[in-house]
């Protein structure tokens, strides 16, 4: 009988998040249990539940962390436990994702199962570096090769002959090491020495590279470059239809990797739009807001409401809701302190009125925010004078957000961090010395922009050193000061 356990044999995609299906990222989003590839881009596993727990089955060269067994059997467990269980694999599962392997184990044990597929990363890479992989004029046929075996030396052991005879593009995965002997059989069963080839290493994301030559060249410059696996290599006629840079390349912010500061659960749509412009954006730390008790204060009683997030906004009206408050019998005027809180309020049908009025001779002020603001006293009394707090929720951190930093750390696509308030540097800084980094390594390595005078002012007091202090607190600012060509002058 069913038990609700589910197993998705899930594809990525060859990077860039955008390329996941829908149906990939539902998976995700609902996942209890996620095995995942050291090839999925760890931002992708930003998107589980808060619980959701994450087991890494990264493959490194002559490294395995999981034995395929392991990982069968770790399914067939979670799958029978009743847990809604996501095998994570970079690109399509069924090109070289073992996929086969996993669903018959699950079949034996009776566990239900689907596969998604995904974008492959011989057709996703070649097409970020601008090369379609058929074309009219050049190739008629494609074809996906593993670049390794399982054999003793690790060469693939594959018909050479009908494979350099009879496809025009070849694609072959992961087979940097090999590919001197590659080239070298090629060209052995058919294929002239002057066919072109281009390596696209980490393909789809800012780090990707590229290196060009033919049969004969290839593997001296590749091993020039230091190039090294994740890359695919692409052999044949539509290597030069490749113009320089490729149109994933020449977008303005292609190549940034930039860790965004968060303070809240809530997503900007500052990180959305440097997406757009090629940029890389970790929004750190991922969070998430949990309702804070219903509080006794009779919100009927006040004359001003302040809200200090959206987030306060929401619950309000969730809590009016709950205790069947009209809201015509809430004489407040509303305030608040973003943009953000601003639409939310909207949603209800109610405006803000100027902040300047909070003070004039009311006597009765409510705010309503997270816990961390009601720590700050003075700040609170300083803006907003006498004034009753009640905490409308707690903005928590998510545990697994470390992981996903490291991994990008490690792969050093941490290259630029953004601190657009002093509590964004509080908040970064403790998850910092959480993984116990320490400021003075991550200043060899990272510039820093601010958004202000008041998160300079934090950043430096921090330890930081501060790259970059926007002209203006504003994203089209920082879009500016990003595309300039020396990011390190400070901007006043």
Not at 236 to 249: H, L
Request: proline share 4%.
């Amino acid at each position: 009988m069913n038990n609700g356990g589910y197993v998705y044999l899930v594809g990525a995609g060859p990077g860039d998040l955008q390329l996941m299906t829908l149906k990939a990222r539902r998976c995700v989003e609902m996942a209890d249990v996620i095995l995942y590839d050291r090839l999925v881009n760890p931002l992708l596993l930003e998107w589980t539940k808060p619980d959701c727990e994450h087991i890494y089955c990264g493959k490194l060269p002559k490294r395995h962390l999981l034995r395929q067994e392991a990982i069968n059997e770790k399914l067939v467990q979670y799958g029978s436990e009743g847990k809604i269980v996501v095998r994570l694999k970079g690109g399509d599962p069924s090109v070289f994702g073992r996929v086969g392997e996993e669903a018959h184990a699950l079949d034996e044990a009776g566990v239900q199962y689907e596969i998604v597929p995904g974008i492959t990363a011989g057709i996703g890479a070649a097409t970020y570096a601008g090369i379609p992989v058929t074309h009219r004029d050049h190739s008629a046929s494609f074809t996906v090769v593993t670049g390794h075996d399982k054999s003793e030396k690790g060469e693939p052991l594959i018909d050479w002959q009908a494979l350099a005879r009879g496809s025009d593009t070849i694609a072959f995965y992961m087979g940097v090491k090999n590919l001197g002997y590659i080239a070298n059989q090629l060209t052995l069963h058919g294929k002239p020495k002057e066919t072109p080839v281009i390596l696209i290493q980490w393909g789809t994301l800012g780090s990707q590279k590229t290196v060009s030559g033919t049969l004969e060249t290839i593997a001296e410059e590749v091993s020039k470059s230091n190039l090294t696996n994740p890359a695919i290599t692409l052999v044949g006629d539509v290597a030069n239809i490749r113009k320089e840079p490729s149109w994933f390349e020449r977008k303005p912010l292609f190549g940034q990797h930039i860790l965004l500061g968060r303070t809240s659960g809530s997503q900007g749509a500052v990180a959305h739009e440097l997406e757009e412009l090629g940029a890389e954006v970790f929004e750190f730390p991922r969070m998430y807001s949990k309702t804070a008790e219903k509080p006794q204060a009779d919100f009927r009683n006040f004359d001003q409401i302040v809200f200090l997030s959206p987030e306060s906004v929401e619950i309000f009206f969730n809590w009016l809701r709950a205790d069947k408050v009209d809201l015509r019998d809430i004489r407040a005027a509303f305030h608040v302190r973003s943009k953000k809180s601003e639409r939310a309020l909207e949603k209800y049908g109610c405006f803000t009125s100027e902040l300047s009025k909070v003070k004039d001779g009311c006597s009765k002020v409510l705010l309503l925010g997270n816990a961390h603001s009601a720590n700050d006293k003075v700040l609170l009394t300083d803006t907003w004078g006498p004034h009753e707090y009640v905490i409308t929720h707690h903005d928590l951190v998510v545990s697994s957000t470390d992981v996903t930093c490291e991994r990008l750390k490690d792969e050093g696509r941490i290259q630029t961090i953004v601190f657009p308030s002093a509590q964004s540097v509080q908040t970064v800084s403790d998850r910092f010395m959480k993984m116990g980094w320490s400021i003075e390594e991550i200043n060899e390595t990272v510039k820093v922009i601010c958004f202000g005078s008041m998160s300079e002012k934090a950043a430096l007091s921090a330890g930081y050193k501060v790259d970059v202090v926007l002209e203006s607190p504003t994203k089209e600012a920082l879009i500016k000061a990003l595309i300039q060509s020396n990011i390190t002058e400070v901007v006043k």
